[in-house]
């Protein structure tokens, strides 16, 4: 059996233990490890510090590259459109911005802007089907348009209509015109900044980010490549211009105008694409793009996937 005296041995040996450990924390092993601690932070403060100098300087430089590009923008897309005329179809939660940078370059480019025109939500939102359809009758009846078209497909053959062509001979009077579009802007479908404009032969899109389940992209990358792929059959030229697509936080997939052209060869054969326009550069990048598309030569510009070259190789 095992005494008393076991026991205290072992009592007496776990209260020494405990002793010496509190004594060496209180006295150099305490003071080692504070030093390390100190060093440690003062070492992370200095890393911060450093990356935080480095994040300035990046920001500064880009501001410096966005003023260049802005300086140098005009005489770079001088006269490359001259005689064409443009229509700005804006897709929803476009960056407005980047809007308004692509409408002034137009004209700077020596090309009209002929409208801007902003797509709704409604456009693509599928519990609006039946009222779309209905606006669609009532806007081809309003333009004079016989189409044995239904639906989304008739919607889209209005729009195309209205917006470019690349004759003089188009469909409906001013009057037929200006009331078929007002057929779209009171059913919210869309809105336009001129009443009455005359359609542009060059289509430039303006890309918006949209996110939800892989069936709602899916949908919605779908109708965009049947509304490009209109456009792009009756004008001259149809670029797509967009930003960096943005994850939406909690949604299973999200995507743009730009990478819905690309996903597709039908698609990205026939329509170019600019993923960077909200950058400082481009707006003329666009205005590139669209200078290679009169002369056949479809590309995509940027950084993002699908790209072939981050610009145009500038003609003289």
Not at 80 to 100: F, I, K, N
Not at 235 to 254: C, D, F, H, K, P
Not at 292 to 302: C, S
Request: hydrophobic residues 45%; without cysteine.
């Amino acid at each position: 059996m095992i005494d008393f005296r076991y026991h205290l041995v072992s009592i007496i040996s776990v209260f020494l233990a405990l002793a010496v450990g509190i004594v060496l924390g209180a006295g150099p092993l305490q003071a080692n490890l504070g030093d390390q601690l100190s060093d440690q932070v003062a070492a992370l403060r200095t890393e911060k510090q450093a990356l935080n100098d480095k994040l300035t300087v990046s920001e500064k430089l880009v501001d410096s590259s966005d003023e260049y590009a802005a300086a140098v923008q005009p005489r770079v897309v001088r006269g490359r459109l001259t005689g064409h005329r443009v229509v700005v179809l804006v897709m929803p939660s476009a960056d407005g911005t980047m809007v308004s940078n692509l409408e002034a370059v137009v004209p700077q480019s020596g090309a009209a802007l002929a409208s801007t025109v902003t797509i709704s939500p409604d456009w693509f939102d599928p519990s609006q089907t039946a009222d779309r359809g209905q606006a669609a009758r009532e806007a081809a009846t309003a333009l004079g348009l016989s189409s044995t078209a239904t639906g989304d497909s008739l919607l889209l053959e209005v729009l195309t209509e209205l917006t470019v062509s690349t004759t003089a001979t188009v469909t409906g009077t001013s009057a037929q015109r200006s009331a078929a579009l007002k057929v779209l802007v009171d059913a919210s479908l869309l809105d336009s900044t001129v009443a009455d404009f005359a359609p542009g032969d060059l289509a430039i899109v303006v890309s918006g980010d949209y996110a939800g389940t892989d069936s709602v992209v899916t949908a919605r990358s779908d109708a965009i490549r049947s509304l490009v792929t209109s456009l792009a059959g009756s004008s001259r030229a149809t670029v797509v211009a967009g930003g960096e697509t943005l994850a939406a936080a909690g949604q299973a997939a999200t995507s743009n105008a730009v990478q819905a052209v690309r996903e597709k060869s039908e698609t990205a054969q026939l329509v170019s694409t600019v993923d960077h326009a909200r950058a400082g550069e481009g707006p003329a990048t666009v205005v590139l793009a669209i200078e290679g598309a009169l002369d056949e030569k479809v590309g995509h510009y940027g950084v993002s996937a699908g790209a072939t070259a981050k610009v145009p190789r500038v003609l003289p």
